[in-house]
């Protein structure tokens, strides 16, 4: 009986385990692959983007110029 029970706790725990790092690794992927949304963007809260200069709204910085080379 002992022996079921461990069986069935590491088992748990392996879908458990396994469950939750595919869905971290999902959404590294879309973050990865996520396009900038604007040409200016702020360096401390890269959220922050804009398609004319301008300053960042949370904290007043100047926005920089995304590098569009790449």
Do not use: W
């Amino acid at each position: 009986m002992r022996r079921y029970i461990l069986i069935v706790a590491v088992t748990a725990l392996t879908l458990g385990f396994s469950a939750c790092n595919s869905s971290a690794q999902k959404d590294a992927k879309t973050i990865e692959t996520a396009k900038p949304k604007g040409k200016y963007y702020c360096t401390m809260h890269p959220e922050i983007t804009s398609d004319k200069p301008g300053t960042c709204s949370k904290c007043g910085m100047d926005l920089a110029e995304r590098d569009t080379t790449k």
